[in-house]
């Protein structure tokens, strides 16, 4: 590492005594538990977990670790899939925890506009908002613990990214501690504003190597009147892009999610949980889950768009059958086999995941070439897509052969399988990471396939914002040349 190995005592004191016993600990039970990312794959050590519980403190933290010259680890509620919130393994970086920051700063029901800490769950987001008969329209599987700071950095996204955009269209206003520990605050949204650079859309999915986000503004919307969740048996992958083009011309609007799952998956999650039932009777060899949504006060549209939908699609050889949700307990039941798949597949064995983006035109195609291909090349593996088909964006994983040794086959084969699908991503004009981001995980992926031109950019952006190389080190990019020495 090109950090300082030994940071002064002096520095350690002096954070101690800015942030109190309540705000800096290095106590080895409580901070263990932060130091080994969701997924497992990544265990680091840290100097201490710092957990300020201001913008104020955030600021003259980071500036304190500007004069020393010691990184800083982001960390909200380490949800994230890509080892982006862990440290490395040198035990000379700062864990930076946002957690304590968990204030809903304003609510402005009116303006549906609301200012939160960066330390807010995004749980505790959608419960404060409903209470106010409003929505955010984002939420994703690890919304018990996923912080807004967390999903700003890796501009999350989500089953409403096709109506509703990523964490990017939903962020009105930021505040951030740059690298020298100084604020910058867009916090005020504007409608229209054309002083120069958009600084907040730079540093959302920038995973803490340009600030730290402190608070955000976010938009919300009115909460909504119904729902309809529909479930669809279809023959092939190219039959599911045909029923979404169909569900986008019929329902408009209304469409609020459209989500794949091949019969791989379903048959792992009717194994999985054991009150679980297929929504049909049938053998069908990919399915899609539909939700359609109205605002308040339209309900009884939604009954007959989404019969007719289906009864054309029917029709026109779009779909082998279908159901809708009978009430509101059936849906969460649909959703809830959609949900299932990664714990389900994870129950299996060992998979190297990728969540990859291609063209939404190109994804049947992509799929169709993909799974075979990657079956092909490595012989007793499983291909599965599954996920957010209207997004143009898979959830692509690739199962070991059974009974494979984890540690083994990660070892062994699974770096060899993700250059394989990010290859042939690459080939389709994709990305290699639509929703996870880059964090430590895929930095040499980015580095081998990422365009030239972009990856000078980001650094030159990096050099220019963090020139001592604080704010998460290794992560996104690869570490620089040393740093300025102290
Ligand atoms: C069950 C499950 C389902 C999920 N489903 C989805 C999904 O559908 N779509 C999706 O996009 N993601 C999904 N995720 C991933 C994860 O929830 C998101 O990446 C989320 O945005 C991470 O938030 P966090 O607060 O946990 O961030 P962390 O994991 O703590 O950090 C993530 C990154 O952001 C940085 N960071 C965190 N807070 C700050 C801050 N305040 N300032 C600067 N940098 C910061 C960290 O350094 C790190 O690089 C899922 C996770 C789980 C566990």
Redesign the pocket.
């Given at each position: 590492m090109n950090h300082p190995a030994h940071p002064t005592s002096s520095f350690i004191d002096q954070v101690r005594t800015l942030l109190g016993p309540r705000g800096f600990t290095d106590d080895p039970e409580l901070v263990e538990p932060w130091l080994t990312d969701?997924r497992g794959r990544f265990t680091g050590k840290t100097l201490g977990l710092a957990s300020p519980a201001s913008t104020d403190e955030v600021a003259a933290l980071v500036r304190l670790c500007h004069e020393y010259h010691v990184p800083i680890?982001?960390?909200?509620?380490?949800?994230?899939?890509s080892g982006?919130?862990t440290p490395d393994d040198s035990g000379t970086t700062l864990l930076l925890s946002?957690r304590r920051m968990d204030a809903i700063r304003s609510l402005d029901t009116k303006a549906r506009e609301i200012v939160c800490d960066?330390g807010v769950v995004l749980q505790t987001l959608h419960d404060a908002v409903e209470m106010e008969r409003l929505r955010f329209p984002l939420t994703?599987?690890?919304k018990g613990?996923?912080?807004v700071?967390?999903?700003v950095?890796?501009n999350?996204?989500?089953t409403q990214v096709l109506r509703h955009g990523s964490m990017r269209a939903q962020v009105l206003g930021l505040e951030a501690v740059m690298a020298d520990g100084s604020v910058l605050d867009t916090l005020t949204p504007l409608k229209k504003d054309n002083r120069g650079f958009d600084l907040k859309q730079l540093l959302i999915g920038s995973?803490?190597t340009l600030g730290?986000?402190t608070a955000a503004t976010l938009r919300l919307l009115p909460e909504i009147g119904g729902r309809r969740v529909l479930w669809a048996g279809l023959g092939s992958i190219r039959q599911a892009r045909e029923l979404l083009l169909h569900c986008e011309a019929h329902a408009g609007d209304l469409l609020e999610g459209f989500e794949v799952v091949p019969r791989h998956s379903l048959a792992a999650v009717l194994d999985y949980l054991p009150d679980a039932r297929s929504p049909l009777r049938g053998e069908h060899e990919w399915h899609a889950l539909i939700e359609l949504v109205v605002q308040e006060g339209a309900d009884d549209r939604l009954d007959l768009v989404a019969q007719t939908l289906l009864e054309s699609a029917l029709e026109q050889d779009l779909l082998q059958d279908a159901t809708i949700a009978a009430n509101e307990h059936q849906a969460e039941q649909f959703w809830l086999l959609r949900e299932s798949i990664a714990p389900a597949e994870r129950a299996i064995g060992p998979a190297a995941q990728h969540d990859i983006s291609v063209p939404v035109a190109r994804m049947a195609d992509f799929v169709t070439e993909a799974v075979p291909a990657v079956e092909a090349r490595f012989p007793d593996h499983d291909a599965i897509a599954f996920g957010h088909l209207g997004d143009g964006n898979v959830h692509f994983h690739v199962l070991a052969p059974r009974g494979s040794d984890r540690a083994e086959w990660e070892a062994s084969q699974a770096k060899e399988v993700s250059s394989f699908v990010y290859d042939l991503v690459t080939r389709y004009g994709g990305s290699i990471s639509a929703?996870?981001?880059i964090?430590q995980v895929k930095v040499d992926e980015l580095q081998r396939l990422g365009d030239p031109v972009a990856l000078a950019t980001m650094r030159a952006v990096k050099q220019a914002l963090d020139p001592r190389g604080i704010l998460?080190p290794g992560?996104l990019l690869p570490l620089a040349s040393a740093p300025d020495s102290p």
């Open positions: 969701w680890v982001p960390q909200g509620g380490n949800s994230g899939m982006g919130a946002m960066a994703l599987g690890g613990s996923a912080t700071g967390g999903l950095s890796t999350a996204g989500g995973e803490g730290i986000v929703e996870h981001g964090g998460n992560k």
